[in-house]
């Protein structure tokens, strides 16, 4: 089982609905990341957080530390929006970001 | 403002031959930098990290070395190519935290480079 798992790992949607991607971790975590990866590669981070909800725009995440589970939502999603989204966690016994597998979201006109 | 650069974009390389990453990070001092590996259908893995000049870390053993003769620069090599060293090579910077440990500061990725191993 990895320490990082991702739900789903591909994910369709109609523009304009609600999305949510989900991310559980099985480490003691100081941190978690969530990122956006887009189809040539390149990497964006999109939020930081260890504890509470983030908002940037359309994006908001939220993250549960006793049930150690975050969430990225995605409000009036756009074809734009596709890519793959990764929640990697920074702890376990190295300290390091662990990273899940990524949802791969594909947002549809 | 802060910038991270790779090169080559794309490789194609065979089985047995020399390899040589490039990542230079511009506008900032003494960052930490990172060499992450994402095969196909498989999550970011960490390969090395750096503090400094010098000081390497490796996360797995492998077929891969890392230097880093500048302060914002890091280099991932290999001196025999295999075939499942095939995949996309993403470095990485962020500030050092206290200490000049790798931090819990946010991390900004290089655009990659994608190599495939025939």
């Known amino acids: 089982k990895n320490e990082v798992e991702q739900s789903p790992q591909n994910l369709t949607a109609q523009e304009g609905e609600f999305i949510t991607i989900n991310c559980s971790y099985s480490v003691g975590i100081s941190a978690l990341h969530w990122l956006q990866q887009h189809p040539g590669g390149g990497i964006v981070s999109l939020f930081m957080?260890?504890?509470g909800k983030k908002k940037h725009g359309r994006l908001i995440a939220t993250i549960n530390i006793q049930e150690k589970h975050s969430s990225l939502h995605i409000t009036a999603s756009h074809p734009r929006d596709s890519a793959v989204y990764i929640c990697?966690?920074?702890?376990?016994?190295?300290?390091?970001?662990?990273f899940g597998t990524g949802t791969l979201l594909a947002v549809q006109p | 403002s802060q910038t991270i650069h790779q090169w080559p974009a794309t490789l194609v390389q065979p089985v047995g031959s020399p390899l040589s990453l490039e990542c230079t990070v511009e506008?900032?001092?003494?960052?930490?930098l990172y060499w992450y590996r994402q095969a196909a259908g498989r999550g970011l893995q960490l390969l090395f990290y750096?503090?400094?000049?010098?000081?390497i870390s490796s996360e797995v053993p492998q077929n891969l070395s890392a230097s880093r003769p500048q302060d914002r620069q890091f280099i991932l090599s290999s001196k025999k190519l295999l075939l499942s060293d095939s995949g996309f090579y993403l470095c990485?910077?962020?500030?050092?935290?206290?200490?000049?440990?790798?931090?819990?500061?946010?991390?900004?990725f290089g655009p990659g480079t994608r190599l495939t191993v025939l």
């Open positions: 990485a910077w962020n500030s050092p935290g206290a200490g000049g440990s790798t931090s819990y500061n946010e991390q900004f």
């Open positions: 990697a966690a920074r702890g376990g016994a190295t300290n390091k970001l662990i």
């Open positions: 506008g900032t001092s003494n960052p930490n």
């Open positions: 750096s503090v400094g000049i010098g000081q």
């Open positions: 957080l260890s504890s």
